[in-house]
């Protein structure tokens, strides 16, 4: 993204317009097409959506409660900055977490489940092969929250859900130019294809190759 007035942002349906703003807004700032440290207006990213900047204002006002944006009086919003050592963490702990209990979830997947699984993996390739990288973002972290969803462990899900939204993935962009994404884009339709086949253990580790890969890839970019 160029500046303020360019997010790759689809205009959206005049729906429930605070809470699907406030969805592809934290898309946006996940993937880097908002970028640290810049502030953004109200009235220009509403200009973008297609909305008004009332919604835009209302949704922003819900991500500084998350701790995504910060308020700056008579400017707009400030994306806030993660660092380095927070990456690392947040990381970490979705190591512990996320591999376990998706091996633990393949017993508890219904067969009439997997279409749609498979569904949302294909929705991640095509918006990689697209280079649509925020609603590559969100239909990655809604596969991801599914996944973790069969546990039953409503906390947890929250808990994951928090630490996504706090990452950055810088580096998606460069990932598009070298055409790296769409093979990391693709390991989530053998997600589906492990469950199916009851592999357990191969999901664990994949899952946890996986996630190394998103730190180790995405969350900056690469050195020149």
Do not use: C
């Not at 091996?103 to 929705?123: C, K």
């Amino acid at each position: 993204m160029t500046s303020e007035n360019q997010p790759q942002i689809k205009v959206i349906r005049k729906t429930n317009l605070r809470e699907t703003v406030a969805r592809a807004l934290r898309a946006a700032i996940i993937s880097g097409e908002m970028v640290p440290g810049v502030v953004y207006s109200a009235p220009s990213l509403g200009a973008r959506f297609g909305v008004s900047a009332t919604p835009v204002r209302e949704a922003m006002l819900d991500l500084v409660r998350e701790n995504l944006v910060t308020v700056e009086p008579n400017k707009g919003f400030r994306v806030t900055e993660v660092s380095e050592e927070d990456l690392d963490q947040m990381a970490a702990i979705r190591l512990l977490l996320e591999p376990p209990v998706v091996r633990s979830i393949v017993s508890e997947v219904p067969a009439a489940d997997l279409p749609r699984l498979r569904e949302m993996a294909q929705e991640i390739v095509d918006r990689a092969s697209a280079a649509d990288l925020v609603g590559y973002t969100d239909a990655d972290r809604e596969f991801h929250l599914r996944l973790l969803d069969y546990s039953g462990n409503r906390r947890l899900v929250e808990l994951v859900a928090d630490l996504r939204s706090h990452s950055r993935l810088l580096g998606l962009n460069a990932l598009v130019e070298s055409n790296e994404l769409s093979p990391s884009a693709e390991e989530h339709l053998k997600m589906v294809d492990l469950i199916e086949q009851g592999k357990a253990e191969e999901l664990e580790e994949l899952m946890r190759s996986h996630i190394l890969k998103v730190r180790e890839m995405w969350a900056s970019p690469p050195a020149s």
